[in-house]
């Protein structure tokens, strides 16, 4: 299955940048909340949520720009809502990634593929509403706030593909991410459920064992909660490999004499 990208052809940014070909297969990480890894073991659901919930100021900024439109003023905010994603990171280790995900020290990095994270949302039984999508995964490109601003001033009118493009942007503050987005658009007019009312997550019914391929714990995590907490996910029936990050661990260096 080919990696999914967008064509930009008006911008100045390169195409949203697909990952090489044939590396669907290479392994990405997603650093969450242990009590998070445990609700999906147990429940079976992986959930994607509204990119208007994602904290970046910068985030979904094309909705929040104002286009002149002959003498009318025109607004794509609500387009926002019909956005919804997912990030992970190519970066197996990070200690910015623990601190910032894991502040509690009780965070966990779970590891898989892209393509089996995309079989999820592809092929997976997604709960309410069954309706039309497009799935799109590719790395997040990070440019200055002067470039993304002389972007958008380029821009005359705004499509799909340009909301679209704005979600793989980000500054270069957050670069050290190595980000790669999976974004779910839902078609206009297909509602979420019957009032018409967009949901704050998609939720997909999937095999968490299969897609998971391991478990890694916080390097700070003590001994003791990290023996107690793996053996909780093994009875949960997680039988992969489960251990603990040695970022901090010292491993001491021996000079010959």
């Known amino acids: 299955m080919k990696i999914q990208a967008l064509m930009n052809k008006r911008s100045n940014f390169h195409n949203i940048e697909p990952l090489e070909d044939g590396s669907y297969e290479i392994p990405i990480y997603r650093f969450i909340p242990l009590k998070y890894l445990q609700d999906i073991l147990i429940n079976k659901i992986l959930?994607?949520?509204?990119?208007?919930?994602?904290?970046?100021?910068?985030?979904?900024?094309?909705?929040?720009?104002?286009?002149?439109?002959?003498?009318?003023?025109?607004?794509?905010?609500?387009?926002?809502?019909?956005?919804?994603?997912?990030?992970?990171?190519?970066?197996?280790?990070?200690?910015?990634?623990?601190?910032?995900?894991?502040?509690?020290?009780?965070?966990?990095?779970?590891?898989?593929?892209?393509?089996?994270?995309?079989?999820?949302?592809?092929?997976?039984?997604?709960?309410?509403?069954?309706?039309?999508?497009?799935?799109?995964?590719?790395k997040v490109e990070y440019h200055t706030e002067e470039k993304i601003k002389n972007w958008v001033l380029s821009l005359k009118n705004v499509d799909l593909v340009d909301m679209s493009k704005s979600l793989f942007i980000k500054r270069p503050e957050f670069q050290h991410e190595e980000e790669v987005r999976l974004i779910i658009h839902k078609f206009a007019n297909q509602e979420d459920d019957v009032r018409g009312i967009k949901r704050p997550f998609l939720n997909f019914e999937f095999n968490p064992f299969e897609t998971i391929d391991e478990i890694t714990f916080d390097p700070r995590v003590t001994d003791e909660d990290f023996k107690r907490n793996k053996l909780i996910l093994e009875k949960l029936g997680f039988k992969k490999k489960i251990n603990q990050s040695n970022l901090y661990h010292f491993q001491p260096i021996e000079r010959p004499l």
Request: include cysteine; aromatic fraction near 14%.
């Open 47 to 138: 959930k994607i949520s509204q990119t208007k919930s994602w904290d970046d100021t910068y985030e979904n900024f094309l909705g929040k720009v104002e286009f002149h439109v002959g003498a009318n003023k025109v607004s794509y905010q609500g387009f926002i809502y019909d956005f919804y994603g997912q990030c992970w990171t190519l970066k197996k280790e990070s200690d910015a990634l623990w601190r910032i995900y894991s502040h509690d020290k009780e965070g966990v990095r779970i590891k898989s593929t892209i393509q089996k994270l995309m079989n999820v949302i592809t092929y997976g039984n997604e709960i309410l509403p069954k309706k039309t999508r497009a799935n799109i995964i590719g």
